[in-house]
């Protein structure tokens, strides 16, 4: 079995297979706006508070300085008129024998004009006019302040929730226009495909950062794009170029074969170097498979019968397998698909369950709905299934087998949008193959 | 029968040469596209064996020169190329058979002696090999004038060991000309034994007991 750890995560031929599934992560317009309203109710609850205490302070001063001058007035009178007794309750005076410091407070005191107990801030105080203590209180209803507090505090609040509204909107507005051209790209960017001969093309922009990404996104995905090619040519050539050696060596041991001097254990010998020569051709022509389907060469597209095409399968393998394979075609399932590739897919599924068939178990295979059902009979679920169609992943340890089978079911599979899957039966000891029609 | 083998490469070149030269046919080869060309221009072949890459041209171009003489000689294309197109391409311009590298000897052999009976002998469809007859058109078979019953597989068989027969011939050599491709499928040969077995079995009962075991695991046929 190979190393896990350094398997590479499946390799990403076109962005649109990466999943959009991104948890945790805000859009950039929404974290704007966000970060937007956050500092908008901040700055209006704190301006809302500071507006408030300053009011506040600033009216009850003014009550203050009206009460000491109401005071004032009323000593004067005093002075005139020592029987004054004052407008009750805003102002009175009244005779005292004891002379009291002037005092700030704020009480409750009946308004029969209103009939009801109001709130009032008064200030008392004695004063010595013409020899006589005189206890001056003079009083200011707190309310009215506190309504033209509400009314400054309430109008601010509006104007600048108007404001930030009408900011927000604004903002919003240019920062969609702004960011136009880098969700623009960013779509292109998403249906990129590495197989397309057809370079990366992005809008220009005028924002010198959004120019620079551009480039570097260019010269990225082109240099991406030059490498894969590469990668695919050197892969299709090395195969191709391995075809004449594997032939020579081929052609030699059968100059061997036919010459009368060699004895059996030199037979066995050779005849083993010849299975190996074959594992190597079986290997080329699965390489070669792999790039075809990826070049787009299988263009023969037809209507198919996967019922007929399986069945025909099936009929081959019954001549080079004792292995049974039951089909059961529950319902008719057809397919726009090249027939050869028809073939492979199947021959490849079925080579599979063959290869790994435990026990002297019949192999079923089962056409249901939109799906094709593979299953042979095994000991345990693979123990690394996510791996089971990538290159080269092999699960046994079998020696015999080039590890590209299913993966040419997957590229199969992708190239026409099925949807291939494997699951164990845990009750049943099976290994199940599926492969999901789009029909 | 005269052959000529336009390879390029030395040691495939006389592997055929060297393998083909049993049952008094004469080979020939050319190394390049100038010297098959030459080749061709003055001498008549049978069977011409043409690798579409010579190092000096393409095997296909010779083809074409070929087919303008219209010489009576049989095609058979040899390509590292395994692309249904080029295949196509070689048939279309009139050659008799397509092979791809690598190839087993025996198989290039088969596809010779049926591009041979296709063409010399047309109208000759019959194999004798001692007591044994094969139609190749009602692909049947005669043991001393009998009608044997033969599985499809069974018939290539019998054919296959009759057009290579005194060869050694081992289980990876049968397998692949019987199901071609689809002999990769499995990994070992044992389903030969089946096919084989029930060939031969078939034979023995009239008497006709050719398919010997060589080295243990090979087959031959051969008259005693």
Redesign the interface.
């Given at each position: 079995m190979q190393n896990i750890s350094k398997r590479p995560t499946e390799v990403v031929i076109n962005s649109s297979q990466i999943k959009n599934s991104t948890p945790n992560k805000t859009k950039l317009l929404r974290k704007a706006s966000k970060t937007f309203l956050i500092t908008s109710i901040v700055i209006m609850i704190l301006s809302g508070i500071v507006l408030f205490i300053y009011t506040k302070s600033l009216l009850e001063n003014e009550i203050e300085e009206e009460l000491y001058s109401n005071k004032d007035r009323v000593e004067r009178l005093l002075k005139n008129n020592p029987d004054l007794v004052g407008i009750p309750p805003i102002m009175m005076a009244e005779k005292t024998e004891i002379s009291e410091e002037n005092v700030l407070i704020d009480t409750l005191i009946f308004d029969p004009l209103q009939d009801e107990v109001e709130l009032f801030r008064q200030l008392s105080g004695t004063r010595n006019i013409n020899g006589q203590e005189y206890k001056i209180t003079v009083r200011a209803m707190v309310i009215e302040s506190e309504d033209i507090l509400s009314a400054i505090v309430l109008t601010f609040l509006s104007i600048i929730f108007l404001a930030f509204i009408f900011l927000f909107y604004l903002n919003k507005s240019r920062n969609e226009k702004l960011w136009q051209p880098f969700f623009v790209n960013l779509e292109r960017l998403k249906s990129f495909s590495l197989k397309s001969d057809k370079p990366l093309e992005l809008n220009d922009s005028d924002i010198v950062e959004f120019d620079e990404l551009n480039k570097q996104m260019l010269a990225l995905t082109s240099k991406v794009q030059a490498d894969y090619r590469n990668l695919k040519q050197f892969t299709e050539d090395v195969s191709h170029e391995m075809q004449t050696p594997l032939a020579i060596m081929q052609a030699k041991i059968e100059t061997l074969f036919d010459q009368q001097n060699i004895n059996e254990k030199q037979y066995e010998q050779l005849s083993s170097l010849q299975f190996d020569i074959q594992r190597l051709k079986q290997l080329n022509n699965r390489l070669i498979l792999l790039a075809k389907i990826d070049n787009n060469q299988f263009t023969a597209d037809e209507n198919i019968s996967i019922n007929e095409t399986l069945k025909q399968s099936i009929d081959n393998f019954t001549e080079i397998t004792q292995t049974r394979i039951a089909l059961n075609g529950k319902d008719e399932i057809t397919a726009i698909m090249d027939k050869a590739l028809a073939s492979i897919l199947f021959n490849n599924l079925l080579t599979n369950a063959i290869k790994h068939n435990f026990g002297n178990q019949p192999i079923s295979v089962v056409i249901e709905k939109n799906h094709v059902q593979v299953i042979n009979a095994g000991t345990e679920g693979l123990s690394n299934p996510e791996y089971i169609f990538d290159r080269f992943y092999k699960e046994s340890k079998k020696p015999d087998s080039t590890g590209l089978g299913l993966s040419i079911v997957k590229k199969i599979c992708d190239f026409y949008g099925f949807l291939p899957s494997y699951r164990f039966h845990e009750s049943s000891k099976k290994h199940i193959f599926q492969i999901e029609f789009d029909t | 029968m005269k052959y000529l083998i336009a390879e390029d490469?030395k040691?495939?070149q006389q592997?055929?040469a060297?393998?083909l030269s049993?049952e008094a046919n004469v080979c020939e080869t050319a190394s390049d596209y100038h010297e098959a060309s030459e080749k061709l221009e003055l001498y008549e072949y049978d069977i011409v064996i043409l690798d579409i890459n010579l190092v000096t041209g393409s095997g296909l171009d010779l083809l074409k020169k070929l087919k303008k003489q219209q010489k009576k000689c049989g095609v058979i294309i040899?390509s590292?190329?395994?692309?249904l197109d080029n295949k196509l391409e070689g048939l279309d311009l009139g050659a008799d058979d397509y092979i791809?590298?690598?190839?087993?000897?025996?198989e290039l052999n088969s596809r010779i002696k049926a591009v041979l009976r296709r063409g010399q002998f047309g109208g000759d469809n019959t194999i004798n090999f001692q007591e044994i007859k094969l139609d190749t058109m009602a692909r049947s078979a005669y043991v001393n004038g009998k009608a044997i019953t033969l599985t499809r597989?069974e018939y290539d068989l019998l054919l296959f060991f009759i057009t290579n027969q005194g060869?050694?011939l081992?289980?990876?050599?049968i397998a692949?000309h019987l199901?071609g491709?689809?002999?990769?499928?499995?990994?070992?040969f044992d389903?030969i034994y089946v096919?084989i077995n029930n060939l031969r079995k078939k034979l023995t009962k009239e008497g006709a007991k050719y398919i010997q075991t060589?080295?243990?695991?090979?087959y031959k046929f051969i008259a005693d």
């Open positions: - | 490469e040691e495939l592997s055929i060297t393998y049993h040899i590292a190329n395994s692309s791809t590298k690598p190839f087993h000897l025996a597989k060869r050694v081992s289980k990876a050599i692949e199901w491709d689809d002999s990769d499928l499995l990994d070992n389903f096919h060589a080295y243990g695991s090979g």
